[in-house]
């Protein structure tokens, strides 16, 4: 007998399945990126009770271009992972997924009636995305 | 504690994050377009360091997400079809870490809040 | 004789479709794909695509399949990246010349398209299955369990489950966790603890409220898209969650009392002057 467990890579890809899926293990990558940022965030963000010298010196260290546009990466990770969140939240305590009943062909399922929601979430990360864009990069300091 | 606890407790705190992390990232990330002034300038980090609002909300925001993080690293890590050993070394490893990161950070804040910098 | 038939059979014939199989001999862990041309006629499922090779192109072919009309859940199959039951599957509806199937994912291959199910089973078996009561069966209470169409709707859809083990293939997290339930075992915890004539629900909670139980799900949706009954596991395994934290978080338990009504010796409805049934024509 083979095992035949998809592993990993099945976590994002099992087949064809709906963009729910794939906001799934976006969740997944998203919340490992912020949670190895908080740490190196407190470690940066501690140098401040040393007074101003030791905050601007470490400050200056950090504005670097390509810090900067992990930053901004980060930013899209924070958004995508709170809005997505909060669309899995409303689900886990049954709002907006329906309510069982008498299934006809062809079924609707949970996912489905969700997804309406699902793209008005991403469509709001994309508009909050360009907000931070513009504030990230266009604005003068 | 039972699962069921814990993961009431991962879900709460990612809905007090989503109001927290919200005001944060505003205040961090927003600064420009809402003329807040440069959010990263020593002035205006001391004068969060110094308002007590400020001070609370960081440590509600640390507290929250170092545990809504690390329940998630743990149910990830948890996933990976390890043995009832296994899971207990993750669930310590977490616990560590998470107790150095909430000391830490919560030493960071307070002594900020406390001391007379300038 | 027999090719004559054959021709016949396919007149209507549409086009030849090739059948990428994946084969396993049952031994060691060497597998290949192995393709096959199928003709194929209007309405025809994978199925039978796969009854024709082993008819005439490969009799050491194996696969599981029973009822051929979706009820009896054996033909859960890989097919073109999706998983579905074959016998479900038209081959035109799949819009494509080369057909790729493989055995069912998660599950160990015994030989080519056979999964082992045993896993599914332990784990539907482990949050028993069937309505557990307190306060005795309805032979010992001598009456009969009333339920009105709300409480029948809150669980109805989850009975359609023919433990194909589809959503287990499709789960994102069985793929790394074997141990974790599944949507199949969830789902059926949730349908038996609803069900107004059950009171196993503080049982089934000690099984499924556990490190790799019920909150391991994080709402993929697969399971729900891939089911062939329209089953809708993830909908079923969101309310046990709620159900759960509700009873662990505030204390608000899952109680049922069906109301039960005394069995009636003569039923109100029958009606009198019936003729009486004609004579036995066999013994």
Sequence with gaps: ?141 | MKESKLWSLHIFSGAILLILLGIHMVIMHFDKILNLGDSLAWKSVLSRMQSTSHTVIYLLLLLFAVYHGLYGVRSLIFELNLSKKGRSVVSFIVVVVGLVALIYGGYAIIAGHMAKLS | MAEKNLESKFERHIKDVTFKILRYSGEGDSTKFEEFKVPVIGGMTVLEGLIYIKENLDSTLSWRASCRMGICGSCGMFINNFPMLACQTQIMDLKSDVIEIKPMPNYPIIKDLVPNLDKLIEKHKSIKPYTLRKEGTPEEIEGEFCQSVEELERYEEFTFCIKCGICLAACPTVATAEEFLGPQALTQAYRYSVDTRDQGYEERKEVVDNPLGVFRCHFAGSCSEACPKGVDPALAIQLLKKTIVKDSVFGKKLENNAKVLPITQENPKKKENIKPAPPKSVE
């Design chain 1, 1 to 141: 007998m083979i095992k035949n467990l998809l592993g990993i890579k099945g976590w994002a890809f099992a087949g064809k399945f709906s963009l729910q899926r794939y906001a799934y293990i976006l969740q997944r990558i998203t919340g490992l990126g912020i949670i190895l940022y908080l740490l190196m965030h407190l470690y940066v963000t501690g140098f401040k009770i040393k007074g101003q010298e030791a905050w601007n010196s470490i400050m200056q260290t950090v504005h670097h271009p390509i810090l900067h546009f992990f930053e901004f990466l980060l930013f899209i990770c924070v958004i995508y992972h709170a809005l997505n969140g909060f669309r899995l939240i409303l689900a886990e305590f049954g709002i907006g997924i329906g309510k069982p009943g008498r299934q006809v062909y062809p079924y609707t399922t949970s996912v489905d009636r969700q997804k309406g929601f699902f793209f008005f979430l991403m469509f709001l990360v994309l508009i909050i995305v360009l907000v931070g864009a513009a504030d990230f990069y266009l604005l003068p300091k």
